[in-house]
């Protein structure tokens, strides 16, 4: 290094051997292990994707055969959800920020912190030797009785994988509820939190309540499929709807395991390039609550065409409006948050501006599912496969990748090039569109998904998102080259390049490695900018 | 095919309707998507930061705002429920006297049997202007009939049988999807249904009767696999007899009152201890791989058939659907014969 | 050694850290901090533990909604009298082990700590051997679901359904009896070693939770398993 004084001890200069990492308690050194391990299943996922959108250009199964398609649409989907969208931003943002942000040393059980990283290694080690031993066709769903009696890949250990990976997230869930109960700095209060805190502590409710029982729900898949036990094969006496149910108890809560962190990370960033504190602290803050307790109860919208009950799917149908409301409010506060404010546009508030928009129309197709009769024709459609990736990859990613570029700078101590990031915001948004938009509409006209080839008429919509595919993927490298750059080559941030309010602002960057010399005492909420604080209602 | 390109044909009574709740959705959503975007957009450009020291105000919230935003989309959330379950109450009750068609899934393939005993794979024909009520099961795993151009679809899964239904108002083929995932050849698991004039259907149906009807072909099976030894009023009780039972409720040995209907009779044919009826000593042998999944449609379609003739012959005042069979047993009765 | 979670603790072992006390970790200001958030971490784990047996329930309520008298048919060929003693062995087991909490609470001699745990570890070893017992019974009646399952009775469906729940239920409790004894084995060597007394004995109670929790999950078996034979004609 050319750099004339030494720079002050941190976590990251704090050793440097490989056992220094690989053995480290070091809650901020166990984030960076998931950025890794997690962008790695990311690019894994992705490249699934990418076949996946080549192999549809054409109606016919001409670049890879249908049982090969299945296999990537399969592996795609469980590596997106259970090794990417899952752990993402808990794991990385979470990890590292939740201890700092309530004026903790570290979380509550540091070696169950690391314990649960190896578990999501050895989770994620176990599906890619499935994946790559033969793979499985099952679809991310495992839909019995297809995966126990008639697939003929390797359902027992990607069903395992997944089974292991779900301990990784049960410990995080638990690690970070009683890190939030227990851990906080004097005067940081409930209502003090950042809303980022909230937003996590709602999330690993749903690690903790929800993951078992897909946990169960798997193990019984495999036992019934290894030892011929009867549970959800007709063929058996099972009832295959029954793993419907149980699947979607936790599949379902699961997307709020994606959206609400990324929601938590929109408030800080709504905030932070405003200027100013969010619009409706508590109900933003009661909003997470609401929808990770209603959300547990709306699975059975998955089931509306599976002969379920019509009285239930009644209850199912008016659950899922009801949860639509608290993730309504959240919008309209953010927006209303961005009034009267001072709103820059850096890349992190380009990426919430995103998140708004497609997050909107992601939450706005999600009535149309609800909506009993009309679901019955978009159903397992691509309808449904636009609106969904318009939730988890137009809003769950974006909330991510605005939160890397914004705590960026806090993780590594370096800036990144803005130029790059804004046209690499603007890449993604397009490419996103480009990609999804164009399902809603052929899903409309009936194509359905998980389809190896289709009836010609849908090829124009999906030579469209094959293209859109390709603009969000380039979206996708250009800040991971530029992350990586940075690292070495940019100049060094400061310990608030945003002018931001938070705890984990008036700390250096990168931290010390107990975050705090002196644990601090909180006297006010976060993003407090204006210097009065006189309450003006509108 | 270009006026295909935003929306799919509207081929059935059911599509007009489902096509109104839905662009009901694609208006309320067009405009509260619209509404962010504008606000989000105008809120960027004029609060722009000015002075790198510059700070916002001190607003922190509005309770009449957030009931505002809360209740206002709310409300109208409550329109499209009433709407969506109205529709769905409406897409998944066939009327009385709809013509019936039996459909099994296997994979990779629709096989189809008329109650003429017409048999057709991946291909289904029905005419225009009649209610048409699918009952489909599945010898395999789970799969989906779905026919975009009707709006209409449900999944088959394998232990019980599942119905939809469709009134076809235009003459054309349309694409049968399958829409649940069941295995390799899932996206070949596709075919067409073929709406015709009453005319032209009727002129297909005497082309293609061959064999018995689905009644007769089940009435066979009654004699073959001996059901009749017990089942009928010949026999010495060991059963209940069958004649007239169909859509009437049953009291079973632990009291419990259920329906007789498909699901039942396929149950007790595979499973019979499972559900005995109240009087009757557990003894039938179950008939598990004994018969194939059309040969449980064409024994159901005989005892169903068992029932209309007795409350036709019977002409029983209080028999269930009274009002409404004059449709029924004409439908039934011109494929008997 | 003052994990909250138990069972990572046994797994991972791991040396205490400085810090004041000898056992207080770095991250925690104080013991009492310490101790709170190693209680609630067993109970926050312990409610993920009722979710992962509920899934169980459900299948259960489900399936003996369906055939209720197949469901007594099968009930009635298990052995009440075994279950009856096992549950008995482990309401013991929780006394002994609540015995070894307050040992240690009260700084009791390690001896007297290590007695209890002892004798709640033997109490759990009769009962996975009366367990294995009743499996040997099965698997010699050709009642274990498969393909040699064979069923007497009226409704051999339900009742391979219900074994099938059986083995599921009880060998997930019993999975979790052993892991049970690994803890308790760790704890005993610790209390051995006189680590517990009154200013740091969380690890023991949080242990004792994780017992406690197990017992309760029988306590709603033995009646769903053992005791509707009795609805048995």
């Known amino acids: 290094m050319d750099t004339v004084v030494t720079p002050p001890l941190n976590y990251l200069n704090d050793g440097y051997g490989l056992g220094s990492w690989l053995l480290t308690k070091d809650h901020k050194r166990i984030a960076l292990l998931y950025l890794v391990s997690i962008t790695a299943f990311f690019a894994l996922g992705g490249f699934f994707a990418l076949l996946i959108r080549l192999e549809l250009l054409t109606p016919a199964a001409d670049l890879v055969q249908p049982d090969t398609y299945n296999k990537l649409f399969t592996m795609h989907g469980v590596i997106m959800v259970f090794f990417f969208l899952i752990p993402s931003i808990p794991a990385v943002l979470g990890n590292f920020l939740l201890p700092i942000m309530i004026g903790a040393k570290d979380l509550a059980f540091p070696r169950l912190n690391l314990l649960s990283w190896y578990i999501?290694?050895?989770?994620?080690?176990v599906t890619l030797i499935a994946a790559f031993t033969g793979g499985i066709d099952t679809g991310w769903t495992f839909y019995a009785p297809y995966s126990t009696a008639s697939s003929n890949s390797h359902v027992i250990m990607a069903a395992s994988g997944v089974f292991i990976t779900g301990f990784s997230s049960i410990l995080t869930g638990l690690n970070f509820v009683v890190t939030t109960h227990r851990m906080r700095a004097p005067g940081m209060t409930w209502f003090r939190l950042p809303l980022f805190v909230w937003s996590t502590y709602a999330t690993s409710l749903i690690?903790?309540?929800?993951?078992?029982?897909?946990?169960?729900?798997?193990?019984?898949?495999?036992?019934?499929?290894?030892?011929?036990?009867?549970?959800?094969?007709?063929?058996?006496?099972?009832?295959?709807?029954?793993?419907?149910?149980?699947?979607?108890?936790?599949?379902?809560?699961?997307?709020?395991?994606?959206?609400?962190?990324?929601?938590?990370?929109?408030?800080?960033?709504?905030?932070?390039?405003?200027?100013?504190?969010?619009?409706?602290?508590?109900?933003?803050?009661?909003?997470?609550?609401?929808?990770?307790?209603?959300?547990?109860?709306?699975?059975?919208?998955?089931?509306?065409?599976?002969?379920?009950?019509?009285?239930?799917?009644?209850?199912?149908?008016?659950?899922?409006?009801?949860?639509?409301?608290?993730?309504?409010?959240?919008?309209?506060?953010?927006?209303?948050?961005?009034?009267?404010?001072?709103?820059?546009?850096?890349?992190?508030?380009?990426?919430?501006?995103?998140?708004?928009?497609?997050?909107?129309?992601?939450g706005l197709t999600g009535l149309?599912?609800?909506?009993?009769?009309?679901?019955?024709?978009?159903?397992?459609?691509?309808?449904?496969?636009?609106?969904?990736?318009?939730?988890?990859?137009?809003?769950?990613?974006?909330?991510?990748?605005?939160?890397?570029h914004y705590w960026w700078p806090k993780i590594t101590g370096r800036?990144?090039?803005?130029?790059?990031?804004?046209?690499?915001?603007?890449?993604?948004?397009?490419?996103?569109?480009?990609?999804?938009?164009?399902?809603?509409?052929?899903?409309?006209?009936?194509?359905?998904?998980?389809?190896?080839?289709?009836?010609?008429?849908?090829?124009?919509?999906?030579?469209?998102?094959?293209?859109?595919?390709?603009?969000?993927?380039?979206?996708?490298?250009?800040?991971?080259?530029?992350?990586?750059?940075?690292?070495?080559?940019?100049?060094?941030?400061?310990?608030?390049?945003?002018?931001?309010?938070?705890?984990?602002?008036e700390i250096p960057s990168p931290p010390p490695t107990h975050n705090f010399e002196v644990t601090p005492i909180v006297t006010e909420r976060t993003h407090q900018y204006a210097p009065s604080q006189e309450v003006r209602i509108v | 095919m270009l006026e295909n390109l935003l929306a799919p044909d509207a081929a059935s009574a059911q599509a007009v309707q489902v096509d109104a709740a839905f662009y009901f959705l694609v208006a309320v959503s067009a405009v509260f998507a619209i509404l962010i975007a504008v606000l989000v957009i105008v809120f960027a450009v004029k609060f722009h930061r000015k002075r790198p020291d510059e700070v916002g105000a001190p607003i922190h919230g509005s309770l009449p705002l957030e009931l505002l935003w809360s209740l206002i989309p709310f409300g109208i959330m409550l329109v499209m429920f009433v709407?969506?379950?109205?529709?769905?109450?409406?897409?998944?009750?066939?009327?009385?006297?709809?013509?019936?068609?039996?459909?099994?899934?296997?994979?990779?393939?629709?096989?189809?049997?008329?109650?003429?005993?017409?048999?057709?794979?991946?291909?289904?024909?029905?005419?225009?202007?009649?209610?048409?009520?699918?009952?489909?099961?599945?010898?395999?795993?789970?799969?989906?009939?779905?026919?975009?151009?009707?709006?209409?679809?449900?999944?088959?899964?394998?232990?019980?049988?599942?119905?939809?239904?469709?009134?076809?108002?235009?003459?054309?083929?349309?694409?049968?999807f399958c829409s649940q995932y069941c295995g390799t050849k899932h996206s070949a698991m596709i075919g067409w249904v073929t709406a015709m004039s009453p005319a032209d259907y009727q002129a297909w149906l005497t082309g293609k009767s061959g064999g018995g009807t689905l009644v007769q072909s089940g009435e066979k099976l009654f004699q073959d696999l001996s059901c009749s030894t017990c089942h009928t009023e010949a026999s010495s009780g060991r059963g209940p007899v069958l004649h007239g039972l169909y859509g009437k409720q049953v009291t079973l040995a632990t009291g419990e009152k259920i329906a007789f209907d498909d699901a039942y009779i396929r149950e007790s044919i595979l499973n019979p201890q499972a559900k005995v009826v109240a009087g009757f000593q557990p003894i039938m042998p179950t008939f598990q791989g004994l018969v194939s999944e059309e040969q449980l449609l064409q024994l159901i379609a005989y005892v169903k058939s068992l029932g209309t003739t007795q409350a036709d012959t019977g002409a029983a005042a209080g028999a269930p659907g009274s009002s409404s069979s004059a449709a029924a047993p004409a439908g039934t009765k011109k494929s008997g014969m | 050694m003052s994990d909250g979670h138990a069972h990572a603790a046994a797994l991972h072992g791991g040396a205490p850290h400085e810090g004041h006390h000898p056992r207080l970790q770095e991250q925690f200001d104080d013991m009492g901090q310490q101790a709170e958030a190693?209680?609630?971490?067993?109970w926050v784990f312990l409610s993920t533990e009722?979710?992962?047996?509920?899934?169980?329930?459900?299948?259960?309520?489900?399936?003996?909604?369906?055939?209720?008298?197949?469901?007594?048919?099968?009930?009635?060929?298990?052995n009440l009298i075994l279950g009856a003693?096992?549950?008995?062995?482990?309401?013991?087991?929780?006394?002994?082990?609540?015995?070894?909490?307050?040992?240690?609470?009260?700084?009791?001699?390690?001896?007297?700590?290590?007695?209890?745990?002892?004798?709640?570890?033997?109490?759990?070893?009769?009962f996975l051997g009366i367990k294995a017992y009743e499996y040997y019974e099965k698997f010699r009646e050709h009642h274990v679901p498969g393909p040699y399952f064979h069923w007497e009775g009226q409704y051999p469906k339900a009742a391979e359904m219900f074994l099938s729940l059986y083995f599921a239920m009880t060998g997930l409790h019993a999975l979790h009896m052993i892991i049970g004894l690994g803890i308790m084995t760790v704890i005993t060597v610790m209390a051995w070693r006189g680590s517990f007394d009154e200013e740091y004995y969380t690890p023991v109670e949080v242990s004792g939770l994780y017992w406690h929790f197990v017992d309760i999950v029988w306590i709603f078996l033995f009646p769903l398993l053992y005791l509707i034979g009795g609805h048995y004609q």
């Open chain 1, 120 to 125: 999501y290694i050895l989770g994620g080690t």
């Open chain 1, 207 to 362: 690690f903790i309540l929800g993951t078992p029982v897909i946990a169960i729900t798997l193990l019984l898949v495999a036992v019934e499929r290894g030892l011929h036990l009867g549970i959800f094969d007709p063929a058996l006496g099972g009832d295959p709807v029954l793993f419907q149910h149980l699947f979607w108890f936790y599949s379902h809560p699961a997307v709020y395991i994606m959206i609400l962190p990324a929601m938590g990370v929109v408030s800080e960033l709504v905030q932070t390039f405003s200027r100013k504190n969010v619009f409706g602290y508590a109900f933003v803050a009661f909003s997470s609550l609401a929808i990770a307790i209603i959300g547990f109860l709306v699975w059975g919208h998955h089931l509306f065409v599976a002969g379920q009950s019509t009285y239930a799917g009644l209850v199912f149908s008016i659950l899922s409006f009801l949860v639509a409301v608290p993730s309504a409010v959240k919008v309209f506060n953010w927006t209303a948050t961005m009034y009267k404010g001072s709103v820059s546009w850096e890349s992190p508030m380009l990426y919430a501006i995103g998140f708004l928009g497609l997050f909107t129309i992601g």
């Open chain 1, 368 to 404: 149309f599912l609800a909506t009993m009769g009309v679901d019955i024709h978009v159903h397992d459609t691509y309808f449904v496969i636009a609106h969904f990736h318009y939730i988890m990859v137009g809003g769950a990613i974006m909330g991510y990748l605005g939160g890397l």
């Open chain 1, 415 to 505: 800036t990144y090039p803005e130029p790059w990031a804004k046209f690499a915001a603007l890449m993604v948004f397009a490419g996103f569109n480009l990609t999804f938009f164009p399902q809603f509409i052929v899903g409309y006209l009936g194509m359905p998904r998980r389809y190896a080839m289709y009836p010609p008429e849908f090829q124009v919509y999906n030579v469209l998102s094959t293209a859109g595919a390709s603009i969000l993927g380039v979206g996708y490298v250009i800040p991971i080259i530029y992350f990586i750059w940075s690292l070495k080559y940019a100049p060094l941030a400061g310990p608030n390049p945003w002018g931001a309010k938070g705890l984990e602002w």
């Open chain 2, 83 to 176: 709407w969506g379950a109205w529709l769905f109450f409406h897409l998944t009750r066939p009327p009385k006297g709809s013509m019936e068609v039996y459909v099994v899934g296997k994979q990779w393939m629709w096989k189809i049997e008329h109650m003429g005993g017409q048999r057709e794979i991946n291909e289904l024909h029905v005419p225009v202007g009649r209610p048409v009520k699918l009952i489909m099961g599945s010898e395999d795993v789970i799969h989906d009939f779905f026919i975009p151009a009707f709006r209409v679809k449900a999944d088959v899964i394998p232990g019980r049988y599942n119905t939809m239904w469709f009134t076809a108002i235009k003459p054309g083929r349309y694409h049968i």
């Open chain 3, 38 to 42: 190693s209680t609630l971490g067993m």
């Open chain 3, 50 to 78: 009722i979710m992962f047996f509920g899934g169980l329930f459900m299948c259960y309520l489900v399936y003996r909604t369906a055939s209720p008298s197949g469901f007594a048919e099968a009930s009635h060929s298990i």
């Open chain 3, 85 to 126: 003693i096992n549950t008995g062995v482990l309401i013991c087991s929780s006394l002994t082990m609540a015995l070894a909490v307050r040992a240690a609470q009260t700084s009791a001699k390690p001896r007297t700590q290590v007695t209890f745990l002892l004798i709640t570890m033997c109490f759990g070893v009769v």
